[in-house]
């Protein structure tokens, strides 16, 4: 099934060039880009995709503060890729259970393994989802029956 992708970076070029390489990798359907943080937001509140490609420094509003509304606002996270230029974020990109960090410029191979880091997690997800749904739908048939009886 493919992933559908947002891709949100105040760079033009990256925008462009992240959008192409994903063509390249297949099943993944790139919804929607953005060019800042208040973007990202609506963008992901709209589309509500699988994946995100998220630059870390935009103005305004930094790819963290895009994390911190969206939970403020409790909107459902998507798996977040970080695409910066900068290492120096990468801790703090995993602090916030990022899927992955980018650096730019992309490399091909690096993109592609982002993009099988975010599907695994997606499908291992999808797979704990169901096992709890089994899991409640067990105990709630195990739940002792009450039994009304009536007397005159």
């Known amino acids: 099934m493919p992933l559908s992708a947002v891709i949100v970076d105040d760079e033009q070029l990256?925008?462009?060039?992240?959008?192409?390489?994903?063509?390249?990798?297949?099943?993944?359907?790139?919804?929607?880009?953005?060019?800042?943080?208040?973007?990202a937001v609506n963008l992901i509140r709209e589309h509500n995709p699988d994946l995100v490609f998220l630059d870390v420094q935009m103005p305004g509003l930094d790819g963290f503060g895009v994390i911190k509304k969206l939970l403020d606002r409790k909107v459902p996270l998507p798996k977040i890729v970080?695409?910066?230029?900068?290492?120096?974020?990468?801790?703090?990109?995993?602090?916030?259970?990022?899927?992955?960090?980018?650096?730019?410029?992309?490399?091909?191979?690096?993109?592609?393994?982002?993009?099988?880091k975010a599907r695994a997690k997606l499908e291992s997800s999808a797979t704990s989802s169901d096992k709890l749904e089994t899991l409640v739908r067990m105990l709630e048939s195990q739940k002792p029956q009450t039994s009304k009886i009536l007397i005159k």
Not at 15 to 27: I, M, P, Q, S, T
Not at 85 to 112: G, H, T
Request: glycine share 4%; hydrophobic share 45%.
């Open 82 to 116: 970080f695409a910066t230029a900068f290492d120096q974020y990468a801790v703090k990109a995993f602090e916030v259970n990022a899927v992955d960090y980018l650096l730019k410029p992309f490399d091909k191979k690096r993109v592609l393994q982002s993009v099988q």
């Open 14 to 39: 990256a925008r462009d060039e992240l959008a192409y390489l994903l063509k390249d990798v297949g099943d993944i359907n790139v919804v929607a880009q953005g060019k800042n943080g208040v973007e």
